[in-house]
């Protein structure tokens, strides 16, 4: 069995024409699981194929405003394109339920207008929202879902994801640092998608808020370090602050080496990689 991990947005907060806001689809058996929904994601999708009808979830990985930015535009798509109640699964940290909640209250507008408009959609968006702190997530699908904290502070809760299909296994780190939650969830996965910050650059610039960041992001190099200790095969980095950009590919690759001697993936929005189970894959 394969899962396909799919880099739908690669992109930061800082809106960039190139790459879209950080959002990852995971797909196996026939199935579709979206972490994180950030700018642009369904366009993204459109790209890979796939529509907010067909997806089985969507996985919070924190409540980062670049990380839900177009929640609101997935749920309102999957309403307005299925034909009967298919309700929209959103999976997240204690407060996602809240975020939801206000998200529908800002689309009532809207969704007085299209049940007023059209005869045959005649409820209002169904969302089910579950909250996580740590262990196995009860969704009904052939992938099987467990998180656990990660360390994103002062963004809290924030938590990752180990998503399993067939005896091949990956995890989706979302914004962190090095934790002890984070190392115990990627414990011999077969792939580890971290998001990175090059601390060596972000350091250099002058405006403080921008250096903030540097104490709740991963570097390259700590990434790769996680997915040593991990024990993984294949180390995907995304959400690259500042913009990867085109040439400077090894360069970060060669960093994150520094730490971790196996396959690392990185590239532009809709990079796809094949992730095998272990027991196929060659030493």
Avoid at 15 to 44: K, Y
Avoid at 106 to 128: C, F, K, M, Q, W
Avoid at 213 to 221: A, I, K, M, R, V
Wanted: charged residues 20%; hydrophobic residues 40%; negative net charge.
């Amino acid at each position: 069995m394969t899962i396909t991990i799919t880099l739908l947005g690669t992109g930061s907060p800082i809106p960039d024409p190139n790459r879209a806001g950080p959002s990852t689809l995971i797909s196996a058996g026939g199935e579709h699981l979206l972490v994180d929904a950030g700018r642009g994601v369904l366009m993204r999708l459109a790209a890979a194929g796939v529509g907010a009808p067909q997806l089985s979830a969507v996985l919070l990985t924190h409540l980062h405003s670049d990380h839900i930015t177009d929640l609101n535009d997935i749920i309102t798509t999957r309403w307005v394109m299925t034909l009967e109640p298919t309700p929209l699964t959103v999976v997240g940290p204690v407060g996602t339920k809240s975020v939801v909640d206000h998200l529908l209250a800002s689309l009532a507008p809207d969704i007085a207008y299209r049940t007023a408009h059209h005869g045959d959609l005649n409820h209002e968006p169904p969302v089910e929202v579950i909250e996580v702190t740590d262990g196995q997530v009860a969704l009904d699908t052939a992938m099987s879902v467990s998180c656990a904290p990660t360390d994103h502070r002062p963004v809290e809760p924030s938590v990752g994801y180990r998503i399993e299909h067939g005896g091949a296994s990956v995890v989706l780190a979302g914004d962190t640092v090095p934790c002890d939650g984070l190392d115990g969830l990627t414990a011999g996965a077969d792939a580890l998608v971290h998001t990175v910050i090059r601390k060596d650059i972000i350091a250099a610039l002058p405006m403080q808020r921008i250096r903030d960041t540097l104490d709740y992001h991963s570097s390259p190099s700590e990434a790769g370090a996680t997915a040593t200790r991990a024990g993984v095969r294949t180390l995907v980095l995304t959400h690259y602050v500042p913009p990867l950009q085109p040439g400077t590919e090894e360069e970060w690759r060669g960093i994150a080496a520094e730490e971790f001697a196996g396959r690392i993936e990185l590239g532009p929005d809709l990079h796809r990689i094949e992730i095998q189970p272990r027991s196929t894959q060659a030493d």
